[in-house]
């Protein structure tokens, strides 16, 4: 029998619903807290910086949330989205096992992120917003807002982290082309910017900083919302339309992961793509294994600390339970931009404390060997970020071969890396350089914040 290498569902076999973790998990995260008080905080804390309906979902508790019919016929346009088994890969590696991935880079934002940003941005719009702000690494997140801002009839004002800026052109002309005004973060524009100026003119930027700054922005006006990409329950909600497709592929495939593989920045695409069969594994019993890949230069989850911490840098979000390399950190001009961030969304943290995730940490170089690699059997230029999860997956192949046994792995192609090209001729003229976190430097950048 030939085997399919692509694996399709039809329009109407897209869920309609955002599937909710927390309903199905053990243990329920800690509850996010007032800085000053440290007394937990009632919805109404985020009500300056959030619409009603995002900060409702932010803490939801039932196990389904309906996808509006607006946000629907927007996801249409890209969705469902493929998932491929990857043959010639395999045949490449010589491996026994089978590789799935699924793939969400066929999209106007070339991303994961247009599924958060065309929900993030239908509900502002609801609640008679005209403007928003928000923070861009790599550039990709800003992408996806500003296509989806314009379709509602938004403003867009993006704090874009310097280092990425000027490494990256493209991403800020595409923002650009879509009607979105762009800033390099740190800027003069905020309170928050100009105090990192002052201590350091030359700061890269993190996304961290931007955060604040956009944040801050948005806090002024009543007419102006700020959305966040990644890390909030919200946006992690919004992906699950990624694993719920996958679990349907997967069964029209006649197969079933062994092993869930996603890359790890704030955690949106790895829950997306995970979280539903999390919940196989905590209701119906399954056993699959659930991987995020992160950079070592950025090793919250395999280095951090679980405690309280900020989700921006200048300590204006509340207080969060997560795994965390500490508000102030700054990352290493590493070229998966969108990886550089210092904590971990709640969900995400919660269940690896719980034992239902697998941290794992990975060098640069290595990762964008698997990219070139891939990219050389399956045809798709992967985004340096889904590089993490592709190296991730050739570890897993090649260990069950060692082992004598066949896997099937299934990881997430987050996105394709069109407008990372310079990231690779880097690599190509060998001008990428390994970065390792210590667990000392960790540790003491922790310190640095404990109060
Ligand atoms: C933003 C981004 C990531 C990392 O963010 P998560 O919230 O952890 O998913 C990964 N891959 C791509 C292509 C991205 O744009």
Not at 271 to 281: D, L, M, V, Y
């Amino acid at each position: 029998m030939k085997k399919s290498t692509k694996i399709l569902l039809s329009e109407k076999e897209m869920p309609r619903q955002w599937y909710n973790i927390f309903a199905d998990m053990p243990n329920k995260p800690l509850p996010p807290l007032n800085p000053v008080t440290r007394e937990p905080i009632g919805p109404e804390a985020l009500a300056a910086v959030f619409p009603m309906e995002l900060i409702r979902q932010e803490v939801a508790t039932e196990r389904y949330i309906d996808i509006p019919e607006e946000v629907l016929n927007l996801y249409k346009i890209y969705r469902p989205s493929p998932m491929y088994r990857a043959i010639n890969l395999e045949k490449a590696l010589g491996t026994k096992s089978k590789i799935y991935y699924k793939y969400e880079g066929g999209n106007y934002s070339g991303s994961h992120k247009a599924n958060t940003a065309i929900a993030q941005a239908y509900y502002n719009k609801q609640e008679g917003i005209k403007r928003m702000t928000t923070e861009t690494g790599a550039g990709q997140w800003g992408s996806a807002m500003s296509f989806a801002c314009h379709h509602f009839g938004l403003e867009l004002l993006v704090f874009m982290v310097k280092v990425s800026y000027h490494q990256k052109p493209g991403r800020r002309i595409l923002m650009n082309s879509y009607g979105a005004k762009v800033v390099p973060s740190p800027s003069t524009m905020t309170a928050s910017g100009r105090k990192v100026l002052e201590s350091d003119p030359e700061s890269p930027g993190s996304l961290g900083i931007a955060i604040s700054e956009a944040m801050e922005i948005a806090a002024q006006d009543p007419y102006t919302k700020y959305s966040l990409g990644s890390v909030l329950n919200h946006v992690s909600l919004h992906q699950t339309i990624i694993g719920q497709e996958a679990l349907l592929q997967m069964e029209k495939a006649g197969d079933y992961p062994d092993v869930v593989i996603g890359c790890f920045g704030g955690g949106s695409n790895f829950s997306g793509i995970s979280f539903p069969f999390i919940r196989e594994n905590i209701v119906n019993g399954r056993k699959t294994r659930c991987v995020t890949v992160e950079p070592s230069s950025c090793p919250k989850l395999t280095k951090g600390k679980f405690m309280y911490d900020f989700g921006d840098s200048a300590g204006l979000t509340p207080l969060l339970p997560m795994y965390t390399l500490g508000h102030n950190f700054v990352p290493e001009k590493i070229h998966a931009g969108g990886l550089r961030y210092h904590g971990a969304g709640v969900l995400v943290s919660q269940l690896l404390k719980d034992g239902f995730v697998d941290a794992k940490a990975k060098m640069q170089r290595e990762c964008f060997e698997a990219g070139v690699f891939f990219a050389k059997n399956e045809g798709i230029l992967p985004a340096p970020e889904s590089n993490y999860a592709i190296a991730a997956a050739l570890d897993e192949a090649r260990k069950a071969d060692i082992e004598g046994v066949s896997r099937t792995i299934l990881f997430n192609l987050s996105g394709h890396g069109h407008m990372d090209i310079s990231a690779y001729e880097k690599y190509f003229d060998n001008n990428l350089p390994d970065h390792e976190m210590t667990q000392e430097e960790v540790d003491k950048c922790v310190a640095a914040i404990e109060i």
